[in-house]
């Protein structure tokens, strides 16, 4: 007997089971509203409770167990007893997921790991100097201690790189989890061990230009989230209780679109938004906004902390989610680490906004002398106030018993929980700077690298919104006195920018301003390789946090800021504003190719302001004096100048002349469309100049079958252009999934002669796995597959089986009719043993016929003996043809008098 059922048989009166137990549990008045599981399920949990197991539910939830010493009619000691040594130490085998409270525990040596994280992280033999950019919540800590419970790896947890070096193990594979990616040493001085796996929010530094490493870095991302959500949510419905409320795909509905839209980021943030569901019920909470979520469980949480004896929490409850937000703001305006970092309980106190100190204050002492009742005297009131403690430690400590701030990393500081709050409350706090702060506010903390990124995004936002009124107050300042106006400044430049060349109307007359504002501080350094920059918008390593702090993406933001004002408004410059001149300053190529190199990085080119800069920088040549042709303009402009070159003469497209990335495909893709000329038509133009220049290698970036451009040429192939085609690259695979009608009409007129220059060319498979049906016909009308003998056309013959088994059937009929041995043997021989069934009644009837030729017997004996002797599963079948056609031939020898071969 377990220690609950000793305590139920102590009872008055005595409670005969842990179904008994379950439903005085839920009727009784103080058993907590926020723990109300079905009754199968809670009785389940009695059970293991009783055996020792998921104690850590109890251990967490002083309401159940103060309820439960009323319900059982004891001390709550002697509840409390089963959870001492639990309590002690910590569960080295099993994480209970706290965010996810009904589910059952995690076992780190008896379960893999979820889905949502790269299974190469836990998979140590394979790793190469492996680097996983894992940002806070991407599940670095739970695979951790997958690793080091399993023995598979040392788990080392720090803050910083410096807390590593002196706990880095000298040998064995090492899981290093780090917290933050600030300090790391150069590439050189980290660990060239094979077998360390670095979890980090960054990704590794680069190597110095001098060094040539032996082993780079293995870099490794998490998988994106939107396509794990169907696995990882029936792996969490399977931890749940069978008679619980979540739905998979009503979660799925709510879930997926906020992954798309960049709301829920991480691993964790996801299990969090989970967790929110299934504590408030999925049909009530798929209404309700992430936001209102989290709010309400923010609210839920510090009314259970109330209710455990927390006042602080008792007064926080109505506000806690502004808390959190306004805490948010204030890491990104005076917090020098990220948001998402774990702090002291010191470091959390001092972020506490003033505001919130001294209406606690007051709060405080109210409650404080409400509840001692009647009227405070003078030295009661200066006793009251002397003990009562600051109120910023007060709503950290109410945080804290909430669970909202939680211990978490090496140093055991308190991180903001759980991972969905943290992500929903920063984001918010993000757009209340944009939105209700002044222009100093949100520039402090564009001057910080860690919260500068997710500030761009939200100004950008809100100015794509046509909202300008923030543009009027930041013209309302000296913005030249603060560095934090002058980076505001420089931020709201490059949004308008980018937005003008996206086609959006932006007021002349903040294009003006904006612009003479940001040329009375650009930033422009000697030297033959100094480009023209922002002052303070970018730092070290911004490209790579922010594209909108890139000093290229400033550049273009410029150049379409000053082709929108024209030639007379607003402050001249050689390089930003060379619209109308003569292209020769020498810095300016440079400039062109910066500017290039930034558009095609993969994550810039998708943006529409990319593809529209190359049309940009056509007009720019257009209004520069001198004669110019595709041939003698930047590659920038070269899309623009191969399409007017091509309306000229509407004959050739000298398509290689520009550059094959796909950003530079969809920019002449985008040309054409400007001066109505459609792609299709573009590109038989390309493909005509192609074969008239007798395919040159030099075109292969373009045409080649696996170039990065076939998706955008190969479905344009003219017919007269496939012989050149076939010479050019007969023996290569092609992206036969591009063509279409007029490609497959053209590749079967030509199969029979090139068949047979090529029989052994890659291309045959693919194409009779991609042709229409239509065209599959005629290609067996045609018969070269079973009338040459040479290639691989058993392989061949044996996709016609599986494609269009009824066709070939008739074909070996004929080919039965025609007398062809040699045609009907290979027909035959690729035939997949599951269509003998239908296949030996039509051999039987076609090999009745008195007119068959022996040569074509022998091969349907060499078959059929095969099936035969191979056991096939209609052996029988083929067993009863086979002798009957051995019967014929053998009284065929007889009446000739002859012994057989």
């Given at each position: 007997m377990?220690w609950l059922r000793?305590l139920?048989?102590?009872?008055?009166?005595?409670i005969?089971?842990y179904?008994?137990?379950a439903?005085?549990s839920?009727?009784h008045p103080?058993w907590?509203?926020?723990?109300?599981?079905?009754p199968?399920s809670?009785?389940?949990?009695f059970?293991?409770?009783d055996?020792g197991?998921?104690?850590?539910w109890?251990a967490?939830?002083?309401?159940?167990?103060?309820?439960?010493?009323?319900?059982?009619?004891c001390r709550l000691?002697?509840?409390r007893?089963p959870?001492e040594?639990?309590?002690?130490?910590?569960?080295?085998?099993?994480?209970?997921?706290?965010?996810?409270p009904?589910?059952?525990p995690f076992d780190?040596?008896?379960e893999?790991l979820?889905p949502g994280l790269?299974?190469?992280?836990?998979?140590?033999?394979?790793?190469?100097r492996t680097w996983?950019?894992?940002?806070?919540?991407?599940g670095r800590?739970?695979?951790?201690?997958w690793?080091s419970?399993?023995?598979?790896?040392?788990h080392?947890?720090?803050?910083t790189w410096a807390?590593v070096?002196?706990?880095l193990?000298e040998?064995g594979?090492t899981?290093?989890e780090?917290?933050?990616g600030d300090?790391l040493?150069?590439?050189?001085?980290?660990?060239?061990?094979a077998?360390?796996?670095?979890?980090?929010?960054?990704v590794?530094?680069a190597?110095?230009?001098?060094?040539?490493?032996?082993?780079?870095?293995?870099v490794?991302?998490s998988?994106?989230?939107?396509t794990v959500?169907?696995p990882?949510?029936e792996w969490?419905?399977?931890?749940?209780p069978?008679?619980?409320?979540?739905?998979v795909?009503?979660?799925r509905e709510?879930l997926?679109?906020?992954?798309?839209?960049g709301q829920?980021?991480s691993?964790?943030?996801?299990l969090?938004a989970?967790?929110l569901?299934?504590?408030?019920g999925?049909q009530e909470?798929?209404s309700?906004?992430?936001?209102?979520?989290?709010a309400q469980f923010?609210h839920?949480r510090?009314e259970q902390?109330?209710?455990?004896?927390?006042?602080?929490?008792?007064?926080?409850?109505q506000s806690?989610?502004?808390?959190?937000?306004k805490?948010?703001?204030e890491?990104?305006?005076r917090?020098e680490h990220?948001w998402?970092l774990a702090r002291?309980?010191d470091e959390w106190i001092?972020?506490?906004?003033?505001?919130?100190r001294?209406?606690?204050d007051?709060?405080?002492l109210?409650w404080s002398?409400g509840?001692?009742g009647?009227?405070a005297s003078?030295?009661e009131?200066?006793?009251?106030?002397?003990s009562?403690?600051?109120?910023a430690y007060?709503?950290v400590r109410?945080l804290a018993?909430?669970?909202?701030?939680?211990t978490?990393g090496a140093?055991?500081?308190?991180?903001?929980?759980p991972?969905?709050v943290?992500?929903v409350?920063?984001r918010?706090?993000?757009?209340?700077?944009i939105?209700?702060?002044s222009?100093f506010?949100?520039?402090?903390a564009?001057?910080?690298p860690?919260a500068?990124?997710g500030i761009?995004?939200?100004?950008?936002e809100?100015?794509a919104?046509?909202?300008f009124?923030?543009?009027?107050s930041?013209f309302?300042?000296?913005?030249?006195?603060?560095?934090?106006l002058v980076?505001?400044?420089?931020a709201v430049?490059?949004c308008?920018?980018?937005?003008?060349?996206?086609g959006?109307?932006?007021?002349?007359?903040y294009?003006i301003?904006?612009w003479n504002?940001?040329?009375?501080?650009?930033?422009?350094?000697?030297?033959?390789?100094?480009?023209?920059?922002?002052?303070?918008?970018s730092w070290?390593?911004?490209?790579?946090?922010?594209?909108l702090?890139d000093?290229d993406v400033?550049?273009?933001?410029?150049?379409?800021i000053?082709e929108?004002l024209g030639?007379t408004?607003g402050?001249?410059?050689?390089?930003?504003?060379p619209?109308?001149n003569?292209?020769?300053?020498?810095?300016?190529?440079?400039?062109f190719?910066?500017?290039?190199?930034c558009l095609l990085?993969p994550?810039?080119?998708q943006y529409?302001?990319?593809?529209r800069a190359?049309g940009m920088?056509?007009?720019?040549?257009?209004?520069?004096?001198?004669?110019?042709?595709?041939?003698?303009v930047?590659p920038l402009?070269?899309?623009?100048y191969a399409?007017k070159a091509?309306?000229a003469?509407?004959q050739?497209?000298?398509?290689?002349?520009?550059g094959s990335?796909?950003?530079?495909?969809r920019?002449?893709?985008y040309?054409?469309?400007?001066?109505a000329?459609e792609w299709p038509?573009?590109?038989?133009?390309?493909?005509?100049d192609w074969?008239r220049r007798?395919?040159?290698?030099?075109?292969?970036?373009?045409f080649?079958p696996?170039?990065?451009?076939?998706?955008?040429l190969w479905?344009h192939m003219?017919a007269?252009?496939?012989d050149?085609v076939?010479?050019?690259?007969?023996d290569?695979?092609?992206?036969v999934?591009?063509?279409?009608p007029?490609?497959?009409?053209?590749f079967?007129?030509?199969w029979?002669?090139?068949?047979?220059?090529h029989p052994?060319?890659?291309?045959?498979a693919a194409a009779?796995?991609?042709?229409?049906?239509?065209?599959?016909d005629e290609?067996?009308?045609?018969g070269?597959?079973?009338?040459?003998?040479?290639?691989?056309?058993a392989a061949?013959?044996?996709i016609?089986?599986?494609?269009a088994p009824?066709?070939?059937?008739?074909?070996?009929?004929?080919?039965?009719?025609?007398?062809?041995a040699?045609?009907?043997a290979?027909c035959l021989?690729?035939a997949p043993?599951?269509?003998?069934?239908?296949?030996l009644p039509?051999?039987?009837?076609?090999?009745s016929q008195?007119t068959?030729?022996?040569?074509?017997?022998?091969?349907a004996?060499?078959?059929?003996?095969?099936?035969?002797?191979?056991?096939?599963?209609?052996?029988r079948?083929?067993?009863g043809?086979?002798?009957?056609?051995?019967?014929r031939?053998?009284r065929s020898?007889r009446?000739r008098?002859?012994?057989?071969p």
């Open positions: 377990g000793d139920m048989s102590q009872a008055e009166p005595a005969a089971g179904g008994e137990l439903r005085r839920l009727e103080e907590p509203e926020d723990t109300r599981p079905q199968r809670l009785a389940a949990l059970s293991k409770l055996r197991q998921e104690l850590e109890l967490e939830r002083d309401a159940v167990q103060r309820a439960l010493a009323l319900i059982l009619g000691d002697l509840i007893r959870l040594e639990l309590l002690e130490a910590p569960d080295l085998k099993r994480l209970r997921f706290e965010d996810l009904f589910a059952r780190f040596q008896e893999p979820p790269p299974s190469l992280v836990g998979r140590p033999a394979a790793w190469q996983w950019h894992a940002p806070s919540g991407s800590s739970l695979v951790g201690r690793l419970a399993r023995g598979l790896a040392m080392v947890c720090a803050r807390d070096a002196q706990r193990p040998s594979p899981f290093i780090l917290e933050r300090g040493p150069a590439f050189e001085q980290l660990p060239l061990r077998d360390v796996c670095i979890a980090a929010p960054v590794p530094p190597p110095s230009p001098a060094t040539r490493a032996a082993q780079p870095w293995q490794i991302e998988p994106a989230l939107e959500l169907d990882l949510l969490l419905h399977a931890r749940l069978e008679d619980g409320a979540f739905d795909q009503q979660a709510w997926l679109p906020l992954l798309q839209d829920l980021t691993f964790g943030a996801l969090g989970c967790g569901l299934d504590a408030q999925v909470s798929t309700k906004t992430l936001s209102e979520l989290t923010v839920d510090l902390a109330s209710g455990k004896g927390s006042a602080e929490a008792q007064w926080l409850k806690g989610f502004d808390v959190l937000v805490l948010a703001e890491v990104l305006t917090g990220p998402e002291s309980q001092a972020l506490i906004p003033q505001e919130f001294e209406s606690v007051q709060e405080w109210r002398l509840k001692s009647g009227q003078a030295a009131l200066e006793r009251a106030l002397r009562a403690p600051p109120g007060r709503i109410a018993d909430a669970r909202l701030l939680r978490r140093q055991s500081g308190l991180e903001v929980a991972a969905v943290r992500q409350a920063l918010h706090a993000r757009e209340q700077l939105r209700n702060s222009p506010s949100w520039g402090e564009l001057l910080r860690h500068a990124p761009l995004n939200a100004l950008d809100r100015l919104e046509d909202d009124l923030l543009v009027e930041l309302d300042l000296d913005l030249s006195s603060q560095p934090a980076v505001a400044a420089e430049f490059v308008l920018g980018l937005q003008v060349l996206s959006a109307t932006v007021p002349r007359d294009l301003q904006i504002e940001q040329l009375s501080w650009v930033l422009e350094l000697e030297g033959e390789t100094e480009l023209p920059g922002p002052r303070l918008l070290e390593g911004s490209a790579a946090g922010s594209l702090s000093p400033w550049r273009v933001a410029a150049l379409a000053s929108r030639p408004q402050t001249r410059h050689p390089l930003l504003r619209w109308g003569e292209l020769t300053h020498p810095k300016l190529q440079g400039l190719d910066s500017i290039h190199a990085r994550d810039i080119s529409e302001w990319a593809l190359f920088m056509g007009r720019l040549y257009n209004s520069a004096p001198g004669k110019h042709d595709v041939s003698n930047h402009a070269r899309p623009a399409v091509f309306l003469d509407r050739t497209l000298a398509i290689d002349t520009i990335h796909p950003l530079e495909v920019a002449l893709r040309e054409g469309e400007l001066r000329t038509v573009l590109a038989e133009a390309a493909w005509r074969r007798g395919a040159p290698v030099s075109a292969d970036d373009w080649a696996n170039s990065p451009c076939h998706r955008q479905p003219p007269d252009a496939i050149a076939w010479s050019r690259w007969g290569q695979p092609w992206p999934q591009c063509f279409g007029a490609q497959w009409t053209a079967v007129d030509r029979a002669r090139q068949f047979a220059r052994s060319s890659p291309v045959w009779l796995e991609r042709m229409p049906a239509e065209s599959l290609v067996m009308r045609e070269q597959l079973w009338s040459t003998p040479f290639g691989n056309t061949l013959t044996a016609v089986w599986r494609r009824d066709q070939i059937r008739a074909q070996l009929v004929q080919r039965i009719e025609a007398h062809d040699g045609g009907f290979r021989e690729a043993e599951h269509l003998d069934s239908q296949l039509v051999l039987t009837a076609a090999l008195r068959v030729r022996r040569q074509v017997l022998d091969e004996r060499r078959w059929l003996a095969r099936r035969v002797q191979t056991r096939a599963s209609t052996w079948e083929a067993y043809l086979f002798a009957t056609i051995e019967e031939v053998a020898i009446a008098g002859s012994l057989p």
